[in-house]
């Protein structure tokens, strides 16, 4: 045991939290799953801290609105002010925009509306490709600049989005968008379905300056296992899937693509 400790958040109607506690304890990490049963005042014993997906307060109002107002929320804006890595995924992303934890903290001029796409509408789910960028954010720096990380992607409402006229640009110009879609090839994605929700600038991933605050559409918990990958994915990860697979008699549970980011907080935490 490593005692370093990473509280999993479980507001009403998040789903993913098991996932998540798994994904964190393979890459040395001690996650406990955080019900909002309990004190606010008892995160301040975690070293870390995750929102994972769902559907927190059934995402009445918008997604991740009601959750933004949550005791616990306040004080983990408290823990993420101190310096502590927090990462929201899908349903966690919104929460932590709602919450203006992203880009600025206190302050919301972001937001992940709904997504747009042609020829429909509504809930979205596919395997996209994520090119790593430079920047300081402590899940991703570890990796090199233009690394592709397939991963799925699961949302009705993840268009990041901003009514300030080049909001979005001038964020990943200031080394705040660690995550961005790509084409398989590795350039930036410019339409569906590269782009699954038509997202500004291609983001998939917002962080704070400091670093330390992510809030991520696409899921990597779900990307733990090479065997989850998608067989519509092909490339290193593909290769790596198969030859698992090959090896393990159809089974493939060598380390998958969404590992990479629980990794980096490891790293960062002194577990790795």
Same mark, same amino acid.
């Given at each position: 045991?490593?005692?370093?400790?990473?509280? *999993?958040?479980?507001?009403?109607?998040?789903?993913?939290?098991?996932?998540?506690?798994?994904?964190?304890?393979?890459?040395?990490?001690?996650?406990? !799953?955080?019900?909002?049963?309990?004190?606010?005042? %008892?995160?301040?014993?975690?070293?870390?801290? !995750?929102?994972?997906?769902?559907?927190?307060?059934?995402?009445?109002?918008? /997604?991740?609105?009601?959750?933004?107002? $949550? #005791?616990?929320? %306040?004080?983990?804006?408290?823990?993420?002010?101190?310096?502590?890595?927090?990462?929201? *995924?899908?349903?966690?992303?919104?929460?932590?925009?709602?919450?203006? @934890?992203? #880009?600025?903290?206190?302050?919301?001029?972001?937001?992940?509306?709904?997504?747009?796409?042609?020829?429909?509408?509504?809930?979205?789910?596919?395997? &996209?490709?994520?090119? !790593?960028?430079?920047?300081?954010?402590?899940?991703?720096?570890?990796?090199?600049?233009?690394?592709?990380?397939?991963?799925?992607?699961?949302?009705? %409402?993840?268009?990041?989005?901003?009514?300030?006229?080049?909001? @979005?640009?001038?964020?990943?110009?200031?080394?705040?968008? #660690?995550?961005?879609?790509?084409?398989?090839?590795?350039?930036?994605? &410019?339409?569906?379905?590269?782009?699954?929700?038509?997202?500004?600038?291609?983001?998939?991933?917002?962080?704070?300056?400091?670093?330390?605050?992510?809030?991520?559409?696409?899921?990597? %918990?779900?990307? /733990? $296992? @090479?065997?989850?990958?998608?067989?519509? !994915?092909?490339? $290193?990860?593909?290769?790596?899937?198969?030859?698992?697979?090959?090896?393990?008699?159809?089974?493939?549970?060598?380390?998958? #693509?969404?590992?990479?980011?629980?990794?980096?907080?490891?790293?960062?935490?002194?577990?790795?």
């Amino acid at each position: 045991m490593t005692g370093v400790r990473v509280a *999993v958040l479980q507001l009403p109607g998040v789903n993913c939290e098991n996932e998540t506690e798994r994904a964190l304890a393979r890459v040395g990490l001690e996650p406990e !799953i955080f019900r909002w049963t309990r004190a606010p005042r %008892e995160l301040a014993d975690f070293d870390a801290f !995750i929102l994972p997906g769902g559907f927190s307060y059934q995402d009445r109002v918008r /997604a991740g609105a009601l959750a933004a107002k $949550d #005791p616990l929320v %306040e004080a983990l804006a408290a823990r993420a002010e101190s310096g502590a890595p927090v990462l929201g *995924v899908c349903n966690g992303a919104q929460v932590l925009v709602e919450a203006g @934890l992203v #880009p600025d903290g206190g302050h919301v001029d972001v937001a992940l509306a709904r997504n747009r796409m042609p020829d429909r509408v509504g809930y979205y789910t596919r395997w &996209v490709w994520c090119r !790593i960028e430079e920047t300081a954010c402590v899940f991703t720096r570890g990796l090199p600049a233009g690394t592709l990380l397939p991963l799925p992607v699961a949302h009705g %409402e993840g268009r990041f989005t901003s009514a300030k006229r080049r909001r @979005l640009a001038k964020l990943v110009e200031a080394g705040q968008v #660690p995550l961005r879609y790509a084409t398989p090839a590795g350039a930036p994605a &410019v339409g569906h379905p590269d782009n699954p929700n038509g997202s500004e600038e291609a983001v998939a991933g917002l962080c704070n300056a400091r670093g330390n605050v992510l809030a991520l559409m696409p899921h990597p %918990e779900r990307a /733990a $296992d @090479l065997g989850a990958v998608s067989r519509s !994915i092909g490339g $290193d990860w593909g290769r790596r899937r198969d030859a698992a697979s090959a090896a393990a008699k159809g089974s493939a549970f060598g380390d998958g #693509p969404g590992l990479e980011l629980f990794r980096g907080l490891a790293r960062h935490l002194g577990v790795e």
